[in-house]
T-cell receptor, first 114, second 112 residues
Framework: DTAVSQTPKYLVTQMGNDKSIKCEQNLGHDTMYWYKQDSKKFLKIMFSYNNKELIINETVPNRFSPKSPDKAHLNLHINSLELGDSAVYFC?????????????FGPGTRLLVL | AQSVSQHNHHVILSEAASLELGCNYSYGGTVNLFWYVQYPGQHLQLLLKYFSGDPLVKGIKGFEAEFIKSKFSFNLRKPSVQWSDTAEYFCAVSGGSYIPTFGRGTSLIVHP
């Protein structure tokens, strides 16, 4: 069984479009995250949700909005896509009272904006 | 605020060579330290972690890391690398909030 899953795996779209990436974890973790990895492999944390509450929000554009319908899901919605949004987006989860924040990553969504 | 510095951005080794990747962190309190590995085209996976106790921790695939508190370091080592160790390696630190901060990563290429 996949612990952290993301859909889609690949996403190719035009500038200006709106798109969503879905993430689900079946580990029972209480915290979920979104990361952006650029072409130089630099990993930047974008959002973290703990029990449906946003607890950090690094300085990402407000075109990016996380949505968590329940603690097993954290979706990422992106409005008005720009060329610079092209990257790999990783979802992750952790249980903060066990494992001190050990991250379990999803397979990634490779976004290409044309 | 916590920060992580990985000094080696690119490392190229031959098979059977020994490996040491540097990681230094900055944080004023009790830290949790991690090394993650990302094989080509894949997601990050936990290699090893240190929370407390023995500062020398052993991970998967023969990797180990040593926490040296006085040097704020958590270097990753492997006595003999294999071609299959070619990957990106990330050091990470978390403090009381358990939100991790990642280093910029080290790209390791092992020639057969």
């Amino acid at each position: 069984d996949t612990a952290v899953s993301q859909t889609p795996k690949y996403l190719v779209t035009q500038m200006g479009n709106d798109k969503s990436i879905k993430c689900e974890q079946n580990l029972g973790h209480d915290t979920m995250y979104w990361y952006k990895q650029d072409s130089k492999k630099f990993l930047k944390i974008m959002f973290s949700y703990n029990n449906k509450e946003l607890i950090i929000n690094e300085t990402v554009p407000n075109r990016f909005s996380p949505k968590s319908p329940d603690k097993a899901h954290l979706n990422l919605h992106i409005n008005s896509l720009e060329l610079g949004d092209s990257a790999v987006y990783f979802c992750a989860s952790s249980q903060v009272d066990r494992g001190q924040g050990t991250q379990y990553f999803g397979p990634g969504t490779r976004l290409l904006v044309l | 605020a916590q920060s992580v510095s990985q000094h080696n951005h690119h490392v190229i080794l031959s098979e059977a060579a020994s490996l040491e990747l540097g990681c230094n962190y900055s944080y004023g309190g009790t830290v949790n330290l991690f090394w993650y590995v990302q094989y080509p085209g894949q997601h990050l996976q936990l290699l090893l972690k240190y929370f407390s106790g023995d500062p020398l921790v052993k991970g998967i695939k023969g990797f180990e890391a040593e926490f040296i508190k006085s040097k704020f370091s958590f270097n990753l080592r492997k006595p003999s690398v294999q071609w299959s160790d070619t990957a990106e390696y990330f050091c990470a630190v978390s403090g009381g909030s358990y939100i991790p901060t990642f280093g910029r990563g080290t790209s390791l290429i092992v020639h057969p």
